[in-house]
């Protein structure tokens, strides 16, 4: 049973940072897509950021310059480094994974199938 854990949300100042981390168990295949979802308030989730297992990274113009994401395979989890953090950042930040690559950029929420509960980034001005 697949399941993904994400954290690391919190409450940070404009221009601050934050670190967070999608943790994978029960997932043990070796070509993959792991994507990060963000949902603001009073707007639809949006497909941000994704990386697969070949190495390929997509993000989304919005981020690019300011997040950055990596991985640690021996702990099986994926970081996302979020950093010059703005106001329209503030979002509930969810990672999701599928098998193989993904078709669509940006990432499609029907396209994975495994879900994180999801973590709280808030960013004050």
């Known amino acids: 049973d697949v399941q993904l854990q994400a954290s690391g949300g919190g409450l940070v100042q404009a221009e601050g940072s934050l670190r967070l981390s999608c943790t994978a168990s029960?997932?043990?295949?070796?070509?993959?897509?792991i994507a990060w979802f963000r949902q603001a308030p009073g707007k639809e989730r949006e497909g941000v950021l994704c990386y697969n297992s070949h190495g390929m990274t997509w993000y989304a113009d919005s981020l690019k310059g300011r997040f950055t994401i990596s991985s640690d395979n021996s702990k099986n989890t994926v970081y996302l480094q979020l950093s010059s953090l703005k106001s329209e950042d503030t979002a509930v930040y969810y990672c999701?994974?599928?098998?193989?690559?993904?078709?669509?950029?940006?990432?499609?929420?029907?396209?994975?199938?495994?879900w994180g509960q999801g973590t709280q980034v808030t960013v004050s001005s």
């Open positions: 029960g997932f043990s295949s070796d070509d993959y897509t």
């Open positions: 999701a994974a599928r098998l193989g690559m993904g078709n669509y950029y940006p990432p499609r929420e029907d396209e994975y199938k495994y």
